[in-house]
Nanobody
Framework: QVQLVESGGGLVQAGGSLRLSCAAS????????MGWFRQAPGKEREFVAA????????YYLDSVKGRFTISRDNAKNTVYLQMNSLKPEDTAVYYC????????????????????WGQGTQVTVSS
């Protein structure tokens, strides 16, 4: 079992920045690829970014490329999502998720491949 707790959400003006953190506990963090997803009001949850176990590989939703950066610190059991140049359409509840995998370079954008999920943190971008 892995417990995931997100933090760092809040209200920010368009063009601003936020850094989300997701702290993991319960199992060996480095055994998990990690992902960030988001769900806007009235919409389905969507993939945002993913990172492999080692951190050597990352993958992004096209609309956040160049603005968002996913990273991880395996020594701190934490994954981050640095969000810059935020837009009102980035407003959503952001979730981190963990994917148990034996492949160090693997990452996934598929929601159903993730085994554990956090409770989410609200990000609101005002125009």
């Amino acid at each position: 079992q892995v417990q995931l707790v997100e933090s760092g959400g809040g209200l920010v003006q368009a063009g601003g920045s936020l850094r989300l953190s997701c702290a993991a506990s319960g199992r060996t963090f480095s055994n998990y690829a990690m992902g960030w997803f988001r769900q806007a009001p009235g919409k389905e949850r969507e993939f945002v970014a993913a990172i492999s176990r080692s951190g050597s590989s990352t993958y992004y939703l096209d609309s956040v490329k160049g603005r968002f950066t996913i990273s991880r610190d395996n020594a701190k059991n934490t994954v981050y999502l640095q969000m810059n140049s935020l837009k009102p359409e980035d407003t959503a509840v952001y979730y981190c998720a963990a994917d148990r995998t034996v492949y160090s370079g693997r990452y996934s954008y598929m929601e159903n491949e993730y085994d554990y999920w956090g409770q989410g943190t609200q990000v609101t971008v005002s125009s």
